[in-house]
Every structure is written in structure tokens, then in C-alpha cells.
């Protein structure tokens, strides 16, 4: 009664009364006040001091934490209906359960995640041509090794016809006839990043291969699967030095390494966020449905592990004999 007085009397006087009170005062004014059940438990050192203090708040649907290790509200309105059963839930419950049913489910941006991510794709597409460069490597070194030992015996019996006067300089064997012919990479599965002919990529694609680029010099003859390596060289080449302007680096451990610095770089950049980033990896690297690789913070973790020690501890006073459900996260029934 005594506010409703001041009310009309601060109206009275000519106080104008703010749209959002009035709608306030029209939205609560059938409301009845009613106690509920709640309990709330402490926990600190035994030996005094305040850190990494916490408490945990039970009322019906919701466990509240709050202290040193931040604030978290777990909502359940069956789960968490009664006391023991909602502590019982919240004390078995895994992190990614229990933070779907929190007020933290928002996750941020791992760029370490995001550049392991995309070099894993890059690999996953590459891998087959690498494997069969080897092979052919392999290959080659076994023949020519087969061949030198040819080569030697051949020498060694020419050697000892030319003593006796049966043969002469004219009739020595011959290194090339014996070894493969160098080998070259572009008989190995194509690869190696070629350049394009100005009239070769004018006119027409090459081939199978993608072409990439608006200037001679950036054209390039893209091998089978390592069509992601190039777009990253392409993308992050303005943060290599200036002897990586050839796509060739992403063959060799070393070049791959300083691609994987240089992307890292180029994700940490101040104007790469969220968005940015996301555009980056299905506009500039032609990635299907991905935008990045997203986690929750770890101090969300750290308070789901503070509910899961509270949650025990509230349950070892109920029932100081248990043996159930004595790991964390493990399930409590």
C-alpha cells in the first residue's frame, strides 16, 4: 500500500513514469510469493584460505556453482527435480553432457585445431601420390643398383679380353646401357607442379589438371590430390621468403613445415575472426562445410570438474559408506 501511495504521489508531482516500469508493474501484479526448497553447501580448504573456493546451490531444476572457478547453472528440470537424484546426476554426468545442459554452451575458435585440420585434409588428399612417388623411387634406385653390378662385371670382362688384344677401347661397355634412364618425376604419377605455357593456359585447361591463377607466372600445372596443398601455398606464399614461389616445397618434409608456420601466421593475424576465418577455409581453400575448428573453453571444463568433486562430496555425506560412483564423471546410480 505504501508503495502504491508513493507511486501515485511521485506521479502526482509530475514524475513521468518509464514505459518499461509500467509494463513491469502491469506483468507482476497477480504474482504471490511462496518459498522453496533449496540448499546450499561451502567448499573450501580444510586449513583455512579462500582459494579456489566454490558453492554449489540446489533448488528444484537447477544446480547453481559459483566462486573462485567462475559460475555455471546446470538446468534439468526432470534430472534435477529432487535433491539426492539431481546431485546422483550432476555427480555422473560427462563434460559434454553436462555442458549442453548449462548456461556455457557457447565455443570458441581452436586455430591450432583449424591449421592441423586443414593439413590433415591436404594430406589425406596427397598421400596416394606420395606413395606412389616412393614406389616408383624405389624402383628406380633398385634397377639402377642391378644395373651397376651388371655394369661392373660387363667392365671386368671387357678388361680381360682388352689384355689379351681381343678388344679394344672402342668396345667398352657403357654406363647408360646398363642403368635406367634418369628418372624423371613427371613419369611418376605427375608429381611435380609444373608451369603453364602462356598459349597452353590462355586458350585451354591442361589436360585433367587444375590451372590456377590470372598471371603467367602464377600458372601452374596442379598434380592429382594435391589440389588443397596448392590453394594453401597460393593463400599464405606473401608470408614465405622469397625462394618459396615454388609450389614444389609442399613435396619436402621442410617446405611442408614452413607452409604449416606460414598458415599459422596467417590464421593468428588480428583481422582473421571467427567469420574471416571461416570464409578462408571455404572461400580460399574450396573446403566443403567446414569453418573451423571450435571447442569449449577449458574453464568450462574446470567447473563441470568442480561440480562433479562437489557433487561427490554432498553424496559421501549422505551415504559416508558408498562405494558407488567414487570416480568422477563415472556413472552414479
Same mark, same amino acid.
Given at each position: 500500500?505504501?508503495?502504491?501511495?508513493?507511486?501515485?504521489?511521485?506521479?502526482?508531482?509530475?514524475?513521468?513514469?518509464?514505459? @518499461?516500469?509500467?509494463?513491469?508493474?502491469?506483468?507482476?501484479?497477480?504474482?504471490?510469493?511462496? %518459498?522453496?526448497?533449496?540448499?546450499?553447501?561451502?567448499?573450501?580448504?580444510?586449513?583455512?584460505?579462500?582459494?579456489?573456493?566454490?558453492?554449489?546451490?540446489?533448488?528444484? +531444476?537447477?544446480?547453481? /556453482?559459483?566462486?573462485?572457478?567462475?559460475?555455471?547453472?546446470?538446468?534439468?528440470?526432470?534430472?534435477?527435480?529432487?535433491?539426492?537424484?539431481?546431485?546422483?546426476?550432476?555427480?555422473?554426468?560427462?563434460?559434454?553432457?553436462?555442458?549442453?545442459?548449462?548456461?556455457?554452451?557457447?565455443?570458441?575458435?581452436?586455430?591450432?585445431?583449424?591449421?592441423?585440420?586443414?593439413?590433415?585434409?591436404?594430406?589425406?588428399?596427397?598421400?596416394?601420390?606420395?606413395?606412389?612417388?616412393?614406389?616408383?623411387?624405389?624402383?628406380?634406385?633398385?634397377? &639402377?643398383?642391378?644395373?651397376? /653390378?651388371?655394369?661392373?662385371?660387363?667392365?671386368?670382362?671387357? #678388361?680381360?679380353?682388352?689384355?689379351?688384344?681381343?678388344?679394344?677401347?672402342?668396345?667398352? %661397355?657403357?654406363?647408360?646401357?646398363?642403368? %635406367?634412364?634418369?628418372?624423371?618425376?613427371?613419369?611418376?604419377?605427375?608429381?611435380?607442379?609444373?608451369?603453364?605455357?602462356?598459349?597452353? =593456359?590462355?586458350?585451354?585447361?591442361?589436360? #585433367?589438371?587444375?590451372?590456377?591463377?590470372?598471371?603467367?607466372?602464377?600458372?601452374? !600445372?596442379?598434380?592429382?590430390?594435391?589440389?588443397? =596443398?596448392?590453394? @594453401?601455398?597460393?593463400?599464405?606464399?606473401?608470408?614465405?621468403?622469397?625462394?618459396?614461389?615454388?609450389?614444389?616445397?609442399?613435396?619436402?618434409?621442410? +617446405?611442408?613445415?614452413?607452409?604449416?608456420?606460414?598458415?599459422?601466421? !596467417?590464421?593468428?593475424?588480428?583481422?582473421?575472426?571467427?567469420?574471416?576465418?571461416?570464409?578462408?577455409?571455404?572461400?580460399?581453400?574450396? @573446403?566443403?562445410?567446414?569453418?573451423?575448428?571450435?571447442?569449449?573453453?577449458?574453464?568450462?571444463?574446470?567447473? &563441470?570438474?568442480?561440480?562433479?568433486?562437489?557433487?561427490?562430496?554432498?553424496?559421501?555425506?549422505?551415504?559416508?559408506?558408498?562405494?558407488? +560412483?567414487?570416480?568422477? +564423471?563415472?556413472?552414479?546410480?
Amino acid at each position: 500500500m505504501m508503495e502504491a501511495h508513493r507511486r501515485r504521489q511521485r506521479l502526482a508531482e509530475g514524475e513521468k513514469e518509464s514505459p @518499461i516500469k509500467a509494463w513491469a508493474r502491469k506483468a507482476f501484479a497477480d504474482h504471490v510469493m511462496t %518459498p522453496e526448497v533449496v540448499k546450499s553447501f561451502t567448499f573450501r580448504r580444510a586449513r583455512g584460505g579462500s582459494s579456489y573456493w566454490f558453492g554449489l546451490t540446489w533448488r528444484p +531444476g537447477h544446480l547453481s /556453482l559459483v566462486g573462485d572457478v567462475g559460475e555455471m547453472t546446470l538446468t534439468h528440470y526432470q534430472a534435477l527435480a529432487e535433491f539426492e537424484p539431481g546431485i546422483r546426476w550432476a555427480a555422473g554426468g560427462d563434460f559434454s553432457y553436462l555442458i549442453e545442459k548449462s548456461d556455457k554452451r557457447g565455443k570458441d575458435l581452436d586455430r591450432s585445431g583449424t591449421v592441423e585440420d586443414i593439413l590433415r585434409m591436404a594430406d589425406e588428399g596427397a598421400v596416394w601420390a606420395l606413395e606412389g612417388v616412393v614406389k616408383e623411387r624405389r624402383k628406380y634406385r633398385r634397377d &639402377v643398383a642391378k644395373g651397376m /653390378l651388371r655394369f661392373e662385371a660387363a667392365l671386368a670382362e671387357w #678388361d680381360f679380353w682388352r689384355r689379351l688384344g681381343v678388344e679394344d677401347e672402342d668396345d667398352r %661397355p657403357r654406363l647408360e646401357d646398363y642403368t %635406367p634412364e634418369h628418372y624423371r618425376e613427371e613419369e611418376a604419377g605427375s608429381s611435380r607442379f609444373t608451369k603453364k605455357e602462356r598459349a597452353d =593456359w590462355r586458350g585451354r585447361w591442361g589436360g #585433367d589438371a587444375f590451372v590456377y591463377g590470372h598471371e603467367p607466372e602464377s600458372q601452374w !600445372h596442379v598434380p592429382d590430390g594435391f589440389e588443397l =596443398w596448392f590453394r @594453401i601455398w597460393e593463400a599464405v606464399r606473401h608470408r614465405l621468403d622469397f625462394h618459396d614461389t615454388d609450389p614444389n616445397i609442399v613435396l619436402t618434409p621442410n +617446405g611442408r613445415w614452413r607452409l604449416e608456420e606460414a598458415l599459422t601466421k !596467417h590464421l593468428d593475424d588480428d583481422e582473421m575472426h571467427p567469420n574471416a576465418v571461416a570464409d578462408f577455409c571455404r572461400g580460399t581453400l574450396n @573446403i566443403d562445410d567446414y569453418y573451423g575448428d571450435y571447442k569449449y573453453k577449458e574453464e568450462y571444463r574446470w567447473m &563441470v570438474e568442480a561440480i562433479h568433486h562437489g557433487c561427490n562430496m554432498i553424496l559421501d555425506e549422505i551415504h559416508p559408506k558408498r562405494t558407488w +560412483g567414487k570416480t568422477w +564423471g563415472d556413472p552414479v546410480v
